[in-house]
């Protein structure tokens, strides 16, 4: 295990590969959600909006509109919305 895949806290539930960048990771852990720009490489905890650190236990990217869909345990779902950026 390398020291930045040892930075990422908790186990993983899900993990989803961009639909147009392979580089771009998106990891679900019970501990919230994590982003890669590396292609796993490096991780960076998200901690942006209003998103409450608890499990994150699905993910969806939608391909029309370039929104994370993010499944939370005992919290509903949340849209990221428009992750393009991310991509660039």
């Given amino acids: 295990m390398t020291a930045e895949a040892?930075?990422?806290r908790g186990y993983a539930h899900v993990i989803k590969e961009d639909l147009a960048n392979r580089d771009l990771l998106f990891l679900?852990?019970?501990?919230g959600l994590w982003v890669s720009l590396?292609?796993?490489k490096q991780w960076a905890?998200?901690?942006g909006g209003e998103l409450?650190?608890?499990?994150v236990m699905d993910l969806a990217i939608h391909p029309?509109?370039?929104?994370?869909?993010i499944g939370k345990?005992?919290?509903g779902i949340w849209i990221m919305d428009?992750?393009?950026p991310l991509r660039a």
Avoid at 28 to 31: K, Y
Avoid at 52 to 55: K, L, Q, T
Avoid at 64 to 69: F, Q
């Fill in 6 to 8: 040892a930075s990422v």
């Fill in 28 to 31: 679900g852990t019970e501990f």
């Fill in 38 to 40: 590396d292609g796993g």
């Fill in 45 to 47: 905890q998200y901690k």
């Fill in 52 to 55: 409450p650190r608890s499990p």
């Fill in 64 to 69: 029309r509109d370039h929104d994370l869909v």
């Fill in 73 to 75: 345990h005992g919290r």
């Fill in 82 to 84: 428009d992750i393009t």
